[in-house]
């Protein structure tokens, strides 16, 4: 099994909504990152958990809140965002955190909508 | 600093032609890798090129890494419909672990 599964794909929420989005691997990975992306823009990398523990927090919000319940799975919680938290976020995995060679296999996305 | 700076930012070619995408960056790295994103879809690791190789192919895919002008290119040979997406650049540090993607370069097939 080589991916990462996201839910939900898509997301309507408004801004006094608290709601979940959630990405799962079975690969054995223990490395498991956010990343949020704009239209037409690259990936920004919101958090990395290394052996279930938050490892890298890049200055997200705290209205952002990440939960790594165990190695297989990853939350991102979400309460009072605002409409330009609306955004593809994206889940990835890698074998280990800092490594030569490691690459990054990335879950489909939760299509984020900020009402 | 932004690390990964791609060109061109979009790229229109016919099918069967060759399409190059250049990537460049700032910062000291480990290795650098390309990476595939369709449309509102996840993105797939292409190739990973490590910072003593100069060359390395895969496929269609040939990329090659100019360490002393910090640079890199993705050519996609003979291409076809199926390749139109986005491309990104990626680069992993020295002393941090975190992978900083460039901007991309959007790159459609036409058949």
């Known amino acids: 099994d080589t991916e990462v599964t996201q839910t939900p794909k898509h997301l309507v929420m408004g801004m006094t909504n608290k709601k979940s989005l959630k990405c799962e691997q079975h690969?054995?990975?223990?490395?498991m990152y956010w990343y949020k992306q704009k239209a037409k823009k690259p990936p920004e990398l919101m958090f990395v958990?290394?052996?279930?523990?938050?490892?890298i927090n890049e200055s997200v919000p705290s209205r952002f809140s990440p939960e790594c319940p165990n190695s297989s799975l990853l939350n991102l919680h979400l309460h009072a965002l605002q409409p330009e938290d609306s955004a593809l976020y994206l889940c990835?995995?890698?074998?280990?955190?800092?490594?030569?060679?490691?690459?990054?296999?990335f879950g489909s996305g939760t299509q984020l909508s900020v009402l | 600093s932004q690390q990964g700076e791609e060109d061109p930012q979009a790229l229109s070619i016919q099918e069967g032609e060759n399409a190059t995408m250049n990537c460049s960056y700032k910062?000291?790295?480990?290795?650098l890798q390309w990476y595939r994103q369709n449309s509102g879809r996840g993105l797939v690791h292409l190739i990973l090129?490590?910072?003593?190789?100069r060359e390395k192919h895969s496929g269609r895919l040939r990329v090659t890494l100019d360490t002393s002008k910090k640079s890199s290119s993705l050519l996609i040979t003979a291409s076809r419909a199926a390749d139109t997406a986005s491309y990104f650049c990626?680069?992993?540090?020295?002393?941090?672990?975190?992978?900083?993607f460039g901007q991309g370069t959007i790159l459609t097939v036409h058949p």
């Open positions: 090129i490590r910072s003593n190789e």
């Open positions: 690969m054995g990975h223990r490395a």
């Open positions: 910062t000291s790295i480990n290795n």
């Open positions: 990626a680069t992993r540090g020295t002393s941090y672990g975190k992978l900083t």
């Open positions: 990835a995995s890698s074998l280990i955190l800092v490594a030569t060679n490691e690459k990054l296999f």
């Open positions: 958990y290394s052996y279930e523990k938050l490892s």
